[in-house]
């Protein structure tokens, strides 16, 4: 038979794994796009071509580098916050049920 406190702590676990899954995905969006910011700076400095098509080639890597760096940081500022938003509606707290 399984009590009501033990759903409580199965569920809050289940919670923490979630965010700790969603905010691991999100760090590696962020690590990708840093990836993609380096190569495009690492062209830049060391591939010998014409300099216009070293700008043109480290573009190419820059944009999405960017785009995915400064989305994977707002994702990773949201997550925060659907955290502490949940935690503030959570109706069980630490086994017990939530007095209003």
Not at 9 to 15: M, P
Not at 26 to 51: A, E, Q, W
Not at 61 to 67: N, R, V
């Amino acid at each position: 038979m399984i009590r009501k406190s033990d759903m409580a702590v199965r569920d809050n676990l289940a919670l923490e794994r979630t965010y700790l899954a969603k905010e691991r995905t999100i760090l590696s969006y962020v690590r990708t796009g840093l990836t993609f910011l380096g190569l495009s700076l690492f062209i830049i400095k060391f591939i010998d071509l014409d300099f216009g098509y070293r700008l043109l080639l480290s573009l190419v890597f820059a944009a999405p580098g960017l785009y995915v760096t400064v989305l994977g940081t707002y994702k990773l500022l949201c997550n925060r916050n659907w955290r502490k938003e949940f935690e503030e509606k959570n109706v069980l707290v630490n086994g017990n049920e939530k007095q209003d």
